[in-house]
């Protein structure tokens, strides 16, 4: 069974920083990883998909890494604002085409 | 449409009632997905269908939950008796494709259900 770890749990930073959110995945036999940011009280926006066979998916401020060999992706958010303030989960979709999600971070950008 | 709509975006009912919940996915998106979000807990698969194939049922927590998905297109679900525990956000995404995609989900905004 896939199992998706997010570190940190939370984090808290002053705004300008950048932000390095952590993921990882017991199982590489994935096809894809999606990165979704939730509002508290919405559903979840989708922000990058990295599809098995690419290394990074860039859009704007935000750029996110894949290793499959090693389970591992990282989200970038470069230049912090407050409006960056959400959780951030990642999930991944094996071939079973559902997608396993991570428990988030929730990430707070102080003004 | 542009996005999946789903609805009521928020539902209270009393315990023992049943509810329908709707999702309404992006027009020619062959997969539609339910997931549930428990207060502080990660999303949970439920159900999943794929164009005319039999859905996977799999992930529904007990028989007083089913789901149906009329034309291809919209789908309900069911939850009979409803039980406090049942309380949570449950979320619908579609997909282009079929079972093994490349594609991304779409998520809609949630149905918020709380049982009283």
């Known amino acids: 069974k896939q199992e998706v770890t997010q570190i940190p749990a939370a984090l808290s930073v002053p705004e300008g920083e950048n932000l390095v959110l952590n993921c990882s995945f017991t199982?590489?036999?994935?096809?894809?990883l999606q990165w979704f940011r939730q509002d508290p009280g919405k559903g979840l926006t989708s922000l990058l998909l990295?599809?098995?066979?690419?290394r990074e998916q860039t859009s704007g401020r935000l750029n996110a890494s894949l290793d499959k060999s090693s389970g591992r992706s990282t989200l970038y958010i470069a230049a912090s604002q407050p409006g960056d303030s959400a959780t951030y989960l990642c999930?991944?979709?094996?071939?079973?085409?559902?997608?396993?999600f991570g428990a988030g971070t929730t990430v707070t950008v102080r003004a | 449409g542009a996005g999946v709509s789903q609805s009521p975006s928020n539902k209270v009912t009393e315990k023992g009632k049943d509810v329908e919940l709707r999702c309404d996915p992006i027009s020619g998106h062959t997969a539609l997905y339910w997931y549930r979000q428990s207060l502080g807990q990660g999303l949970e698969f439920l159900i999943y269908?794929?164009?005319?194939?039999?859905?996977?049922k799999s992930g529904l927590p007990s028989d007083r939950f089913s789901a149906e998905r009329t034309g291809g297109s919209v789908s309900t679900l069911t939850i009979q008796r409803t039980q406090q525990e049942d309380s949570a956000v449950y979320l619908c995404a579609s997909s282009l494709g079929g079972p093994v995609t490349h594609y991304g989900y779409t998520f809609g905004s949630g149905t918020r259900l709380t049982v009283v």
């Open positions: 990295i599809q098995s066979s690419q």
């Open positions: 269908f794929q164009g005319n194939s039999a859905p996977d």
């Open positions: 999930a991944v979709r094996g071939n079973d085409y559902k997608l396993s």
């Open positions: 199982d590489s036999a994935i096809y894809n």
